[in-house]
C-alpha cells in the first residue's frame, strides 16, 4: 500500500510539473524568433492571404517585425513585438476604388457616425477631407483606450477604404529618450504653421531614430511633421487639404 501511494503521489506531481513545463514553452511560444514564425503569426490573424513581405526592424529600443499581406482587394500591414508576439500596430487598405463622382458627397456627421461605429467607445480627435488619386476622402483619427485609429472613407459613397490602428507610446518612454519635451514639439510645429491648432502628437522611434509625429490642422489645411526628438529639427513635413 504504501509503495502504491509513493507510485500515485509521484504520478501526481510529474502531471504538475509537466503542466508548468506546458505553460513555460507556451509562454516562450509566444514570442517570434524569426521571420517566418513572424509570418506565421500574420497569417493566422489575416487567414489565406498573400504573404509579400516580412521586415525586422527596432522601435522603442525593442526588435519588431513588419509583415505585410495580401488578399482579395486589401493590402495589410501589421509590426508584432519580437520578445512576446505583442501586436503594435494593424492596418489595411483597399487597393482599387473608383471617384464615384456622380455621387454628391456625404456630410461630416455621417462621416462621424460611420466612425464611431466602426470604432466602439471611441473618441474623435480630429475630421479632414482631401483628395486622393482622384478620390475624395474623409480622413478620421480615432482614439480608443491605449489605440489611436486613422480611417478612411470614401467622401461619396461612405464605404471604408483603409482602417489601420497603432498602440500609443507608454507615458514612461514619451519625451525621456531625446532632448525635446512633447510639449516642445509641440510648439516647433506651431510655430511653422502660425495660428494652427495641434490635434494629435505622439512620440515614436523610426529607423533608429527618436521623433515626435505632430498633426496641426488651420483652415482648408492639416500639416503633419516628423521632429527629430534629439534636436528639435523638422525631418518631414507634409500638407493636404481638408474640408
Not at 521586415?55 to 513585438?81: F, M, P, W
Not at 475630421?127 to 483619427?141: E, M
Not at 528639435?232 to 507634409?238: C, P
Request: charged share 30%; glycine share 8%; proline share 2%.
Amino acid at each position: 500500500m504504501k509503495t502504491a501511494k509513493k507510485t500515485a503521489a509521484f504520478l501526481a506531481a510529474g502531471v504538475v510539473l509537466a503542466g508548468s513545463l506546458t505553460a513555460a514553452d507556451s509562454v516562450l511560444a509566444a514570442g517570434i524568433k524569426n521571420a517566418e514564425q513572424a509570418r506565421q503569426k500574420a497569417l493566422q490573424k489575416v487567414p489565406n492571404a498573400v504573404v509579400t513581405d516580412v521586415d525586422s526592424d527596432h522601435e522603442n529600443g525593442q526588435q519588431v517585425y513588419e509583415i505585410e499581406l495580401v488578399k482579395g482587394s486589401k493590402k495589410y500591414g501589421l509590426t508584432y513585438r519580437a520578445s512576446d508576439g505583442k501586436i503594435l500596430e494593424y492596418g489595411w487598405e483597399k487597393t482599387t476604388a473608383s471617384p464615384n463622382l456622380s455621387k454628391p458627397l456625404i456630410s461630416t456627421e455621417k462621416c462621424r457616425s460611420l466612425a464611431l461605429d466602426k470604432v466602439k467607445n471611441g473618441t474623435i480627435t480630429a475630421i479632414s477631407q482631401k483628395v486622393d488619386d482622384g478620390i475624395d476622402i474623409y480622413k478620421v483619427k480615432i482614439t480608443a483606450g491605449n489605440k489611436r485609429y486613422t480611417l478612411e472613407y470614401h467622401a461619396r459613397t461612405g464605404a471604408l477604404l483603409e482602417c489601420k490602428w497603432k498602440l500609443a507610446a507608454s507615458a514612461s518612454s514619451s519625451g525621456q529618450t531625446g532632448k525635446i519635451d512633447l510639449e516642445k514639439a509641440k510648439q516647433i510645429a506651431l510655430d511653422a504653421v502660425p495660428g494652427g491648432t495641434v490635434y494629435q502628437a505622439e512620440y515614436d522611434v523610426d529607423d533608429g531614430i527618436a521623433v515626435y509625429e505632430v498633426e496641426v490642422v488651420k483652415g482648408s489645411y492639416e500639416y503633419e511633421f516628423k521632429i527629430d526628438a534629439s534636436t528639435g529639427a523638422i525631418l518631414e513635413q507634409d500638407k493636404d487639404y481638408k474640408d
